[in-house]
């Protein structure tokens, strides 16, 4: 046995040389996952995707000052960020087709909205960890060499705020910008003056503004205290905030009001590239406030029941008639359940339910009182509770006393364990 263990083995370092000869990969293999092996043929060659969009017909420009030269080889500084697709529909990152179209798509964006763009570029294609198609984007201005605020405002909410449709093999985006420092109109310079004069009135001018400031500042302190003091004494929480250590009450500092356009226009009318989850509430939208800070925006949805439980239990409380077929809550009840049949016990269920949806705590029954409850509603319909059950009323009552012998095991009067329901007393809302 050892010889043929020896050959088997032989013949297997055999084959494996012969497959690393012919340039055959052994990736997930047997031989591949044993430890310390590091060959060539274990492991899938990774390659890096290279691109970046080719100058349009001209030579690219020798640029200085930080600037980069465009595709239309002018020196300007570029508005920069991060593409990220979420879902792209192609895997192959090296056809350069597919940015091409990308990058016509931007800048016909642009120009239809009227955007200060002179040319966009694409560079450095690759998946991040979450798998993301991700690609750098530079934005380039027109007729100058950097944006002003106004330009970048307009550009970072076009593609923050999903106006920007990107080809439909790409999917859905986000885009992360970079910081932009260098506006246009806000670069300043001094000049140096020899003229006595004019030094001498500036200095005065400088004196008496300062004097002008620090009056206003003292009158401005002045009324602020005064305002203080006023909405301390108007506030009934004034006592509470200032004493943390009986408990205070929850401060919002920062909160703001907004407006049901203000939200559709942050959330590009309730998108549903912005759609980002959803509750027995409503839909979570994501959102961007001007300023570029990314919010959630929950919207009420239609019909939702959320916040309406004592709606049911009302609407159950007037509807109920025990001489109608199903007590008369047929549109209520859930269809699934069949409504075409014989429900014996569905008025002590819902005298169960009733009773456990109480205002007061101390009208409402135990767990235990309720699973008795319904193992009773269970024996008068002529079904049997002792079949599988995970939880039954004396394993509520064994728990309560400390107790975990379970009834139905060591005695044939399972009902025993069983008290009665004491009678729903059904009060209005």
Known sequence: MAGKSWQVSQASVTGLAILHLLGSLLVDNPICQE?????????????????????NNCVAASCSDNQISSPNCECALPYTGLLQFRAPSFSNLENSTYYTVLQKSLMNSFMLHQLPVDSVALSSPRKDSSHYLVLNLQVFPVGQDRFNRTGISSIGFELSNQTFKP??????????????????GE??????????????????????????????GLYAHRQKKRAEKATEQNNPFAHWESNKSIGGIPQLKGARNFSFEELRKYTNNFSETNDIGSGGYGNVYRGVLPTGELVAIKRAQQGSMQGGGKYVVREVKTALDRAKHLYNLGELLDSSIGLDITLKGLDKYVDVALKCVQENGSDRPTMGEVVKEIENILQLAGLNPNADSASTSASYDDASKGGAKHPYIYSKDAFDYSGGFPVPKLEPL
């Open 35 to 55: 430890t310390g092996v590091t060959k060539s043929y274990c492991f899938v060659p990774q390659t890096e995707p290279s691109y970046s969009t080719p100058p």
């Open 167 to 184: 080809p439909p093999q790409f999917g859905p985006f986000f885009f992360i910008a970079n910081p932009y420092l260098n506006f246009a």
């Open 187 to 216: 670069v300043t310079g001094s000049k140096k003056s020899s003229n006595t004069g004019v030094i001498i009135g500036a200095a005065a001018g400088g004196c008496v503004l300062l004097l002008l400031l620090l009056g206003a």
